[in-house]
C-alpha cells in the first residue's frame, strides 16, 4: 500500500532531480557571473567596513579598535546579504521551474 505523502515526496524528488539537470546546463561564464556577484555582495560591506574603521580610528580614537569593530559588522552584514541573495534567486529558479511544469 503506497502512502499519500510517498507519492507527493517522490514527486518533488523528481521534480528538483529535473531542476538540477536544467541548472546544470549552463554555461561557465553564467556560473562565474553568479560567483563573482555573490563575491561582491561579501566583499564590499567588508571593505567598507575596514575603510570606515580606519578612518574612525583616526578622527575618534577610542580603547578598541573601531577597524576591527567595523571589520565584523562588515563580515556578518556581507554574509547576512549572501543569504537572503542566495534565498532570492533559489525561490527565482524554483518559480521558473514550477511555470515550466505547468503548475
Do not use: C
Request: glycine share 10%.
Amino acid at each position: 500500500m503506497v502512502d499519500l505523502n510517498d507519492r507527493k515526496l517522490e514527486e518533488t524528488l523528481v521534480h528538483k532531480a529535473e531542476l538540477m539537470q536544467q541548472r546544470g546546463n549552463r554555461t561557465w561564464r553564467a556560473n562565474f557571473g553568479m560567483i563573482a556577484s555573490l563575491g561582491g555582495v561579501i566583499i564590499v560591506p567588508i571593505l567598507l567596513g575596514l575603510w570606515g574603521g580606519s578612518y574612525l580610528d583616526e578622527v575618534l580614537p577610542q580603547r578598541f579598535s573601531w577597524r576591527l569593530s567595523l571589520l565584523f559588522v562588515g563580515f556578518t552584514w556581507g554574509f547576512v546579504n549572501a543569504y537572503y541573495w542566495i534565498k532570492i534567486e533559489n525561490e527565482k529558479i524554483d518559480r521558473i521551474g514550477s511555470n515550466r511544469d505547468g503548475k
